[in-house]
């Protein structure tokens, strides 16, 4: 295990080795048409100027974070002006996370449609070569950053305690690039998304995707910028963070005996590096088992290799576990175990897995309550919207449980040390978790090339199959993301209070009810920012997509022929095809590109610096048990508000793709679900993913200003904890004793009792009691 230990940051560079060879593979693959070809280009030159438009502005904000973190790291004891470098590696490597994703993921769009032309496992194999680079790409970056970070420091004679806080700062720098990815992006792809679905299906009637739609281009590129790059961004942020919350809590049992006898006492901390490391080989492995035939379903694909890789995983946490953590030891008066922890892994592991299925039966189609949807648009756009909204705040329940299910079972096995290590185990998979989520937009681009390449029905046929199993798993995708943000939150909440010297949020406190209510307020604050800046930026596109249909005379003279046929361009006459053709490429994409572009990169800056502001003005103008107020606010109302928001949106998007599969577009009850799809469209692409993040970044914020703002020893001192022991021995026989020894501890007002009960000679139960007593009084010295 020592080796394993070394060699961490050899995992890391095992992954990207994967992602280039896939990415290579992907490249050779056929591009189809020149008329696919422009196309692609068009929608790929898109992609990359947001990208570089984003981390321009980002760049600026990174820099001047880091001088602010180097400043404060070198000023105060238990914290390091490397912390800044930390702070420059993680958003460096999130950053490059989205970056790999965005490149591959607008190469294998349209090898994917040109592999359709042939067959569906084809398509499938392309589009899931593309996911498999960004899923692989993220873990790779993520295990090798921490694990060549972590060697650095410890190499520099440092206490772990600052090691770790050092190495926070990684965490806040991939937080603060995801939170800007992800609103960003959400802005970007909504605003193009609900320009082209208004004006172009709604107002002019022509299909989705169709070349003829000026945003049509925006959209698809859209669809990289918030699904790929952004749901990698979550991914990778929540990954790194649960492995940091982990390392700080498992730090706490660095003086215990148990632990002295192998890896220098650090066996709880390198845990959660192992196990990533690792899942990067479970998911490559798993990778391998993604195969279908034509005719096969590519969702029983998907699971294969996605519930496959999941239980190699837990098979191999079984013997890693065994390995690293003593059998058993002792932490004050609990007990914790080996066993344990493996058991808040699988706890972690099956409530992810869980989620994402009770997310698919809320949105997936056909399901019983899209159907209400459908029913429900038979009598216009508001009972449409009424029934998603319905849909939406009832699928919190069940998500809530499990979670909460998750947390009292792994906190029951392995305390605080529990719930964090059930956020790596649920996150262990996220290399093919996330490859089976970035197929999804990968097949939807797909999609939208045979559309606009107007190729034959059977393709688009095939497209549509994998675009339909890829919506299924975006949704699941996106209820893993929610669970185990949720997961990580409190990861990260735990190893704050830990650093911070807050022992409980005791919300009679006025301040501390108070930073509660702040933080309840903050989830509707974020989304009502990001809606809004949707609703402007679509309004935006809608006027110019009006202006060329109005202005463009080409435009005008097809759009009246694909009125007058139908939009079944098969039943047009030869002079109305030469009218139509005429009017192939004069459509001014680069406009609309360039309006989602510059109202993204504008309207993300407020929402990302309100996440960022809020618990340092908390923090250092109230205290740290208010700033732990704020943080259990947030993230009560931020995870209810992201899963209503998310499954709200998913199921009035599959509603809307049901009744158009009844063969019913541009019916009433159609028009009624576009409206609702569009309502849905920034809940479940802007705002709601948004807030995963939202609550991981200010507990990370939190975790890294915890040394500025900890309470004082005199502090904890006066009102945390005292402890009082007695005991009673009484004789068995001439050679044994019995002792029972009865505890009581007030911490933060509140009492907590225990019996200990010790047999054997006389000198053997003096030391135990005697050990015992001294643990007791060790747990209250950590606190004060």
């Given at each position: 295990?020592?080796?394993?230990?070394?060699?961490?940051?050899?995992?890391?560079?095992?992954a990207l080795?994967?992602?280039?060879?896939k990415?290579?593979?992907?490249s050779?693959?056929?591009?189809?048409?020149?008329?696919?070809?422009?196309?692609?280009?068009?929608?790929?030159?898109g992609?990359?100027?947001?990208l570089?438009?984003?981390?321009?502005?980002?760049?600026?904000?990174?820099?001047?974070?880091?001088?602010?973190?180097y400043?404060k790291?070198?000023?105060?004891?238990?914290?390091?002006?490397?912390?800044?470098v930390?702070?420059?590696?993680?958003?460096?490597?999130s950053a490059?996370?989205?970056?790999?994703g965005?490149?591959v993921?607008?190469?294998?769009?349209v090898?994917?449609?040109?592999?359709?032309?042939?067959s569906l496992?084809?398509?499938?194999?392309?589009?899931?070569a593309?996911?498999?680079v960004?899923?692989?790409?993220?873990?790779?970056?993520?295990?090798?950053?921490?694990?060549?970070?972590?060697?650095?420091y410890?190499?520099?004679?440092?206490?772990?305690?600052?090691?770790?806080?050092?190495?926070?700062?990684?965490?806040?720098?991939?937080?603060?690039?995801?939170?800007?990815a992800r609103?960003?992006?959400g802005i970007?792809?909504?605003a193009?998304?609900?320009?082209?679905?208004?004006?172009?299906?709604?107002?002019?009637?022509?299909?989705?995707?169709?070349?003829?739609?000026?945003?049509?281009?925006?959209?698809?590129?859209?669809d990289?910028?918030?699904d790929?790059?952004?749901?990698?961004?979550?991914?990778?942020?929540?990954?790194v963070?649960?492995?940091?919350?982990?390392?700080?809590?498992?730090?706490?049992?660095?003086?215990?005996?148990?632990?002295?006898?192998?890896?220098?006492?650090l066996g709880?901390?390198?845990?959660?590096?192992?196990l990533?490391?690792?899942?990067?080989?479970?998911?490559?492995?798993?990778?391998?088992?993604v195969?279908?035939k034509?005719?096969?379903?590519?969702?029983?694909?998907?699971?294969?290799?996605?519930?496959?890789?999941?239980?190699?995983?837990?098979v191999?946490?079984?013997?890693i576990?065994?390995?690293?953590?003593?059998?058993?030891?002792?932490?004050g008066?609990?007990?914790?175990?080996s066993?344990?922890?493996?058991?808040?892994?699988?706890?972690?592991?099956?409530?992810?897995?869980?989620?994402?299925k009770?997310?698919?039966?809320?949105?997936?189609?056909?399901?019983?309550?899209v159907?209400?949807?459908?029913?429900q648009s038979?009598?216009?756009?508001?009972?449409?919207?009424?029934?998603?909204?319905?849909?939406?705040m009832?699928?919190?329940?069940?998500?809530?449980?499990?979670i909460?299910?998750?947390?009292?079972?792994?906190?029951?096995?392995?305390?605080?040390?529990?719930?964090?290590i059930?956020?790596?185990?649920?996150?262990?998979?996220?290399?093919?978790?996330?490859?089976?989520?970035?197929?999804g937009?990968?097949?939807?681009?797909?999609?939208?090339i045979?559309?606009m390449a107007?190729?034959?029905?059977?393709?688009?046929?095939?497209?549509?199959k994998?675009?339909?199993?890829?919506?299924?798993?975006a949704?699941?995708?996106k209820?893993?993301?929610?669970?185990s943000?949720?997961?990580t939150?409190?990861?990260?909440?735990?190893?704050?209070m830990?650093?911070?010297?807050?022992?409980?949020?005791?919300?009679?406190?006025?301040?501390?009810?108070?930073?509660?209510?702040v933080?309840?307020?903050?989830?509707?604050?974020?989304?009502?920012?990001?809606?809004?800046?949707?609703?402007r930026?679509a309004?935006?596109m809608?006027?110019?997509?009006?202006?060329?249909?109005?202005?463009?005379?080409?435009?005008?003279?097809a759009?009246?022929?694909?009125?007058?046929?139908?939009?079944?361009?098969s039943?047009?006459?030869?002079?109305?095809?030469?009218?139509?053709d005429e009017?192939?490429?004069?459509?001014?994409?680069?406009?609309?590109?360039?309006?989602s572009?510059?109202?993204?990169?504008?309207?993300?800056?407020?929402?990302?610096?309100?996440?960022?502001?809020v618990?340092?003005?908390?923090?250092?103008?109230?205290?740290?048990?208010?700033?732990g107020?704020?943080?259990?606010?947030?993230?009560?109302?931020?995870?209810?508000?992201?899963?209503?928001?998310s499954?709200?949106?998913?199921?009035?998007?599959?509603a809307?793709?049901?009744?158009?599969?009844?063969?019913?577009?541009?019916?009433?009850p159609?028009?009624a679900?576009?409206?609702?799809?569009?309502?849905?469209d920034?809940?479940?692409?802007?705002s709601g993913?948004?807030?995963?993040?939202?609550?991981?970044?200010?507990?990370?914020?939190?975790?890294?200003?915890?040394?500025?703002?900890?309470?004082?020893?005199?502090?904890?001192?006066?009102y945390?904890a005292?402890?009082?022991i007695?005991?009673?021995?009484?004789m068995?026989?001439?050679n044994?004793?019995?002792?029972t020894?009865?505890?009581v501890?007030?911490?933060?007002?509140?009492?907590?009792t225990?019996?200990k009960?010790?047999?054997?000679?006389?000198t053997?139960?003096?030391?135990?009691i005697?050990?015992?007593?001294?643990?007791?009084?060790?747990?209250?010295?950590?606190?004060?």
């Amino acid at each position: 295990m020592d080796i394993l230990i070394k060699g961490l940051p050899a995992f890391g560079v095992l992954a990207l080795l994967f992602v280039f060879i896939k990415s290579a593979w992907v490249s050779k693959q056929d591009q189809g048409t020149d008329k696919m070809k422009r196309i692609a280009k068009n929608i790929a030159d898109g992609a990359m100027s947001f990208l570089k438009a984003e981390y321009k502005i980002l760049s600026i904000f990174v820099v001047a974070v880091a001088v602010l973190l180097y400043f404060k790291g070198s000023s105060e004891d238990g914290s390091n002006g490397m912390v800044a470098v930390s702070f420059i590696v993680g958003a460096i490597c999130s950053a490059l996370a989205g970056f790999i994703g965005m490149k591959v993921a607008t190469k294998a769009n349209v090898r994917t449609t040109s592999a359709a032309r042939t067959s569906l496992g084809k398509a499938l194999e392309v589009a899931f070569a593309g996911g498999a680079v960004m899923g692989l790409g993220v873990v790779g970056l993520g295990v090798l950053g921490l694990s060549a970070l972590f060697m650095l420091y410890s190499g520099q004679g440092w206490e772990i305690g600052e090691v770790l806080n050092v190495l926070s700062g990684f965490s806040l720098g991939a937080s603060s690039i995801a939170l800007f990815a992800r609103v960003g992006g959400g802005i970007y792809t909504k605003a193009a998304d609900v320009g082209a679905d208004l004006v172009g299906k709604v107002e002019a009637g022509i299909p989705e995707d169709h070349p003829l739609n000026p945003a049509t281009i925006a959209d698809n590129v859209g669809d990289n910028v918030g699904d790929v790059a952004g749901m990698g961004a979550d991914l990778f942020e929540s990954y790194v963070g649960s492995i940091i919350g982990t390392m700080v809590l498992g730090a706490a049992f660095t003086q215990i005996p148990a632990f002295a006898s192998s890896f220098d006492g650090l066996g709880a901390v390198y845990l959660p590096l192992v196990l990533a490391a690792i899942g990067i080989i479970m998911s490559i492995i798993g990778t391998f088992f993604v195969r279908v035939k034509d005719g096969g379903n590519p969702q029983t694909a998907l699971n294969i290799g996605e519930f496959g890789s999941a239980g190699l995983m837990l098979v191999a946490s079984y013997f890693i576990i065994n390995q690293m953590l003593p059998e058993t030891w002792s932490f004050g008066a609990t007990e914790f175990s080996s066993i344990g922890v493996f058991w808040a892994v699988v706890a972690g592991l099956v409530a992810g897995l869980a989620v994402g299925k009770v997310t698919e039966y809320y949105t997936g189609t056909g399901t019983k309550p899209v159907n209400s949807i459908v029913k429900q648009s038979e009598t216009g756009s508001a009972t449409n919207i009424i029934a998603g909204l319905g849909v939406g705040m009832m699928s919190t329940m069940f998500p809530i449980i499990l979670i909460a299910a998750a947390i009292l079972v792994s906190h029951h096995f392995a305390g605080l040390y529990g719930i964090a290590i059930a956020a790596v185990g649920m996150l262990a998979n996220t290399g093919i978790q996330l490859a089976v989520d970035a197929y999804g937009p990968i097949s939807d681009n797909a999609g939208g090339i045979a559309e606009m390449a107007e190729l034959p029905s059977e393709v688009r046929e095939r497209t549509d199959k994998l675009d339909a199993v890829g919506n299924t798993t975006a949704a699941i995708g996106k209820g893993f993301a929610i669970a185990s943000a949720a997961l990580t939150a409190l990861a990260l909440f735990a190893a704050f209070m830990q650093t911070a010297g807050v022992t409980a949020i005791d919300v009679s406190k006025p301040t501390v009810m108070a930073g509660l209510l702040v933080g309840g307020m903050l989830p509707f604050v974020f989304s009502a920012l990001s809606m809004n800046a949707v609703g402007r930026a679509a309004m935006a596109m809608i006027e110019e997509v009006r202006r060329q249909f109005r202005d463009i005379p080409q435009l005008k003279a097809a759009l009246e022929v694909m009125r007058a046929v139908d939009s079944d361009m098969s039943k047009a006459t030869e002079a109305q095809r030469k009218t139509f053709d005429e009017a192939d490429g004069v459509a001014e994409y680069d406009k609309c590109v360039a309006i989602s572009t510059k109202a993204s990169i504008k309207e993300m800056v407020l929402p990302g610096l309100l996440a960022i502001a809020v618990p340092v003005a908390v923090g250092f103008l109230g205290d740290a048990e208010m700033l732990g107020g704020l943080l259990a606010g947030v993230t009560t109302c931020g995870v209810l508000m992201a899963i209503f928001q998310s499954n709200a949106g998913g199921a009035w998007d599959n509603a809307k793709k049901m009744i158009e599969e009844q063969g019913r577009k541009g019916t009433d009850p159609h028009k009624a679900a576009v409206v609702g799809d569009t309502v849905g469209d920034p809940f479940k692409d802007t705002s709601g993913p948004s807030l995963n993040i939202l609550l991981k970044l200010m507990s990370v914020v939190a975790l890294v200003i915890a040394p500025s703002i900890a309470i004082t020893s005199e502090g904890v001192a006066n009102y945390t904890a005292e402890e009082e022991i007695t005991k009673e021995i009484v004789m068995l026989d001439e050679n044994n004793v019995k002792a029972t020894v009865e505890y009581v501890q007030i911490v933060n007002g509140k009492e907590l009792t225990g019996t200990k009960i010790f047999e054997g000679t006389d000198t053997e139960v003096n030391k135990e009691i005697e050990a015992f007593e001294n643990q007791i009084k060790d747990q209250v010295k950590k606190i004060e």
